[in-house]
Protein backbone atom coordinates (compact mmCIF):
# COMPACT_ATOMS: atom_id res chain seq x y z
CA UNK A 1 0.00 0.00 0.00
CA UNK A 2 1.40 3.61 -0.73
CA UNK A 3 1.66 6.02 2.12
CA UNK A 4 2.67 9.94 2.28
CA UNK A 5 3.75 10.98 5.83
CA UNK A 6 4.05 15.06 6.17
CA UNK A 7 5.18 15.30 9.77
CA UNK A 8 4.69 19.00 10.23
CA UNK A 9 1.36 20.04 10.90
CA UNK A 10 2.38 23.79 11.00
CA UNK A 11 5.15 25.77 9.79
CA UNK A 12 6.15 29.68 10.10
CA UNK A 13 8.62 31.08 7.83
CA UNK A 14 9.30 35.07 7.70
CA UNK A 15 8.32 36.69 4.20
CA UNK A 16 10.54 36.95 1.80
CA UNK A 17 12.74 33.55 3.41
CA UNK A 18 12.79 30.31 1.90
CA UNK A 19 10.66 27.09 3.45
CA UNK A 20 11.11 23.78 3.09
CA UNK A 21 7.87 21.39 3.57
CA UNK A 22 8.88 17.55 3.93
CA UNK A 23 6.99 14.59 2.71
CA UNK A 24 8.06 11.05 2.19
CA UNK A 25 6.28 8.36 0.86
CA UNK A 26 6.45 4.79 0.96
CA UNK A 27 5.37 2.71 -2.34
CA UNK A 28 7.10 -0.59 -3.68
CA UNK A 29 6.33 0.46 -7.21
CA UNK A 30 9.26 1.63 -9.39
CA UNK A 31 6.38 3.90 -11.73
CA UNK A 32 4.90 6.75 -9.37
CA UNK A 33 4.37 10.58 -9.28
CA UNK A 34 4.83 12.82 -6.60
CA UNK A 35 2.47 16.42 -6.57
CA UNK A 36 2.34 19.72 -4.44
CA UNK A 37 -0.92 21.07 -3.63
CA UNK A 38 -1.72 24.13 -2.30
CA UNK A 39 -5.22 24.62 -0.59
CA UNK A 40 -5.79 28.41 0.55
CA UNK A 41 -8.31 29.52 3.18
CA UNK A 42 -10.60 29.38 0.44
CA UNK A 43 -10.88 25.88 -0.28
CA UNK A 44 -9.91 24.83 -3.37
CA UNK A 45 -7.21 22.69 -4.37
CA UNK A 46 -4.37 23.98 -6.44
CA UNK A 47 -1.66 22.27 -8.12
CA UNK A 48 2.27 23.76 -7.58
CA UNK A 49 4.21 21.21 -8.80
CA UNK A 50 4.99 17.63 -10.05
CA UNK A 51 7.86 14.90 -9.82
CA UNK A 52 7.81 11.40 -12.18
CA UNK A 53 9.73 8.91 -10.56
CA UNK A 54 12.16 8.57 -13.60
CA UNK A 55 12.91 12.52 -13.89
CA UNK A 56 16.32 12.56 -13.71
CA UNK A 57 16.01 16.69 -12.67
CA UNK A 58 14.27 18.19 -9.96
CA UNK A 59 11.44 19.86 -10.93
CA UNK A 60 10.62 23.30 -10.96
CA UNK A 61 7.88 25.86 -11.70
CA UNK A 62 8.46 29.66 -11.03
CA UNK A 63 9.04 30.26 -6.93
CA UNK A 64 8.65 25.94 -6.18
CA UNK A 65 10.90 23.79 -6.08
CA UNK A 66 10.81 20.30 -5.60
CA UNK A 67 13.79 18.62 -3.66
CA UNK A 68 13.59 14.75 -4.90
CA UNK A 69 15.99 12.30 -3.08
CA UNK A 70 14.69 8.88 -4.43
CA UNK A 71 16.47 6.95 -2.34
CA UNK A 72 15.57 8.61 0.64
CA UNK A 73 11.66 8.07 -0.79
CA UNK A 74 11.60 11.86 -0.04
CA UNK A 75 9.94 14.82 -1.85
CA UNK A 76 10.21 18.44 0.01
CA UNK A 77 8.78 21.60 -1.32
CA UNK A 78 10.75 24.63 -1.44
CA UNK A 79 8.90 27.32 -1.46
CA UNK A 80 11.85 30.75 -2.03
CA UNK A 81 11.23 34.07 -1.52
CA UNK A 82 7.65 33.48 1.13
CA UNK A 83 4.88 35.90 0.50
CA UNK A 84 1.98 36.20 2.42
CA UNK A 85 -0.52 35.08 0.47
CA UNK A 86 1.70 31.74 0.72
CA UNK A 87 -0.24 31.52 3.79
CA UNK A 88 -2.25 28.23 3.33
CA UNK A 89 -2.35 24.03 3.66
CA UNK A 90 0.00 22.53 1.48
CA UNK A 91 -0.21 18.73 0.74
CA UNK A 92 1.63 16.47 -0.86
CA UNK A 93 0.12 13.52 -2.97
CA UNK A 94 1.56 10.35 -4.98
CA UNK A 95 0.03 8.69 -7.98
CA UNK A 96 -0.34 5.06 -8.54
CA UNK A 97 0.13 2.41 -7.83
CA UNK A 98 1.27 1.51 -11.70
CA UNK A 99 2.25 3.68 -14.57
CA UNK A 100 -1.51 3.68 -16.05
CA UNK A 101 -3.32 4.54 -12.31
CA UNK A 102 -4.43 7.80 -11.51
CA UNK A 103 -5.07 7.28 -7.98
CA UNK A 104 -3.65 9.93 -5.65
CA UNK A 105 -2.73 9.09 -1.75
CA UNK A 106 -2.71 12.85 -0.05
CA UNK A 107 -0.46 13.46 2.96
CA UNK A 108 -2.34 14.97 6.20
CA UNK A 109 -0.58 18.39 4.94
CA UNK A 110 1.32 21.53 6.61
CA UNK A 111 -0.37 24.63 7.61
CA UNK A 112 2.33 27.15 6.67
CA UNK A 113 2.22 30.69 8.16
CA UNK A 114 3.98 33.38 6.63
CA UNK A 115 4.93 36.36 9.00
CA UNK A 116 5.36 39.75 7.87
CA UNK B 1 -12.66 26.27 -20.45
CA UNK B 2 -14.80 25.80 -17.22
CA UNK B 3 -12.22 23.39 -16.54
CA UNK B 4 -14.08 20.91 -13.53
CA UNK B 5 -17.12 22.15 -11.70
CA UNK B 6 -19.14 21.16 -9.08
CA UNK B 7 -22.38 21.49 -8.19
CA UNK B 8 -24.14 22.41 -4.94
CA UNK B 9 -21.47 24.21 -3.59
CA UNK B 10 -23.39 23.76 0.22
CA UNK B 11 -25.76 21.40 1.08
CA UNK B 12 -27.53 20.19 4.33
CA UNK B 13 -29.14 17.15 4.73
CA UNK B 14 -30.71 15.17 7.23
CA UNK B 15 -30.28 11.17 7.90
CA UNK B 16 -31.18 9.20 5.26
CA UNK B 17 -32.12 11.51 2.90
CA UNK B 18 -30.62 10.86 -0.44
CA UNK B 19 -28.63 13.21 -2.73
CA UNK B 20 -26.53 13.50 -5.81
CA UNK B 21 -23.53 15.23 -6.29
CA UNK B 22 -22.72 16.67 -9.96
CA UNK B 23 -19.26 16.98 -11.31
CA UNK B 24 -18.27 18.15 -14.78
CA UNK B 25 -15.13 18.56 -16.49
CA UNK B 26 -15.07 20.33 -20.35
CA UNK B 27 -11.41 19.06 -20.95
CA UNK B 28 -12.42 15.47 -22.79
CA UNK B 29 -10.28 13.76 -19.85
CA UNK B 30 -10.84 10.16 -19.51
CA UNK B 31 -9.84 10.10 -15.94
CA UNK B 32 -12.26 11.12 -12.72
CA UNK B 33 -12.27 10.79 -9.12
CA UNK B 34 -13.91 11.94 -6.35
CA UNK B 35 -12.59 12.34 -2.79
CA UNK B 36 -13.64 13.31 0.76
CA UNK B 37 -11.79 16.16 2.94
CA UNK B 38 -11.81 15.37 6.70
CA UNK B 39 -10.27 17.73 9.05
CA UNK B 40 -6.62 16.12 10.01
CA UNK B 41 -7.13 13.84 7.51
CA UNK B 42 -6.05 14.71 4.04
CA UNK B 43 -7.75 13.90 1.18
CA UNK B 44 -9.20 10.38 0.80
CA UNK B 45 -10.16 8.95 -2.44
CA UNK B 46 -13.60 7.51 -2.84
CA UNK B 47 -14.53 6.41 -6.30
CA UNK B 48 -13.01 6.88 -9.69
CA UNK B 49 -13.40 5.75 -13.23
CA UNK B 50 -10.92 5.80 -15.99
CA UNK B 51 -13.60 6.48 -18.71
CA UNK B 52 -17.30 6.40 -19.69
CA UNK B 53 -19.01 3.11 -18.41
CA UNK B 54 -15.71 1.82 -15.60
CA UNK B 55 -16.05 2.85 -12.36
CA UNK B 56 -14.04 1.49 -9.52
CA UNK B 57 -13.55 1.56 -6.02
CA UNK B 58 -10.87 3.59 -4.21
CA UNK B 59 -10.07 3.97 -0.62
CA UNK B 60 -13.23 5.12 0.87
CA UNK B 61 -16.51 3.74 -1.06
CA UNK B 62 -19.22 2.83 1.78
CA UNK B 63 -21.95 4.55 1.28
CA UNK B 64 -21.56 5.99 -2.08
CA UNK B 65 -22.13 5.31 -5.70
CA UNK B 66 -20.92 6.42 -8.76
CA UNK B 67 -21.75 6.29 -12.62
CA UNK B 68 -20.21 7.26 -15.96
CA UNK B 69 -22.51 7.66 -19.03
CA UNK B 70 -20.45 10.34 -20.84
CA UNK B 71 -16.62 11.58 -21.10
CA UNK B 72 -17.94 14.72 -19.47
CA UNK B 73 -19.86 13.68 -16.48
CA UNK B 74 -19.54 12.20 -13.07
CA UNK B 75 -22.08 12.62 -10.68
CA UNK B 76 -21.52 10.73 -6.77
CA UNK B 77 -24.53 9.56 -5.51
CA UNK B 78 -25.49 9.23 -1.42
CA UNK B 79 -28.08 6.57 -0.91
CA UNK B 80 -29.27 6.89 2.59
CA UNK B 81 -27.02 9.84 4.08
CA UNK B 82 -24.94 9.61 7.43
CA UNK B 83 -23.74 11.70 10.07
CA UNK B 84 -20.51 10.53 9.11
CA UNK B 85 -20.68 11.16 5.34
CA UNK B 86 -20.30 14.90 6.78
CA UNK B 87 -17.39 16.21 4.92
CA UNK B 88 -16.09 18.55 1.73
CA UNK B 89 -16.09 16.67 -1.25
CA UNK B 90 -13.77 17.03 -4.20
CA UNK B 91 -14.30 15.73 -7.73
CA UNK B 92 -11.01 16.02 -10.04
CA UNK B 93 -9.67 15.24 -13.85
CA UNK B 94 -6.93 13.81 -15.20
CA UNK B 95 -5.25 13.08 -18.64
CA UNK B 96 -1.92 11.01 -18.76
CA UNK B 97 1.04 13.96 -19.53
CA UNK B 98 3.09 13.49 -22.34
CA UNK B 99 6.44 12.39 -21.98
CA UNK B 100 8.70 14.44 -19.90
CA UNK B 101 5.93 16.90 -19.30
CA UNK B 102 4.09 17.70 -16.70
CA UNK B 103 1.53 14.94 -15.13
CA UNK B 104 -1.15 16.45 -12.70
CA UNK B 105 -4.63 16.46 -11.99
CA UNK B 106 -7.19 19.36 -11.78
CA UNK B 107 -9.98 19.65 -8.98
CA UNK B 108 -13.14 21.40 -9.24
CA UNK B 109 -14.15 24.02 -6.14
CA UNK B 110 -15.44 21.11 -3.66
CA UNK B 111 -18.98 20.77 -2.05
CA UNK B 112 -19.43 21.06 1.59
CA UNK B 113 -21.55 18.24 2.91
CA UNK B 114 -23.18 18.31 6.34
CA UNK B 115 -25.96 15.69 7.20
CA UNK B 116 -27.63 16.22 10.85
Known amino acids: AQKITQTQPGMFVQEKEAVTLDCTYDTSDPSYGLFWYKQPSSGEMIFLIY??????QNATEGRYSLNFQKARKSANLVISASQLGDSAMYFCAMRGPGAGSYQLTFGKGTKLSVIP | NAGVTQTPKFQVLKTGQSMTLQCAQD?????MSWYRQDPGMGLRLIHY???????DQGEVPNGYNVSRSTTEDFPLRLLSAAPSQTSVYFCASSSPGLAGGTDTQYFGPGTRLTVL
Open chain 2, 27 to 31: MNHEY
Open chain 2, 49 to 55: SVGAGIT
Open chain 1, 51 to 56: QGSYDQ
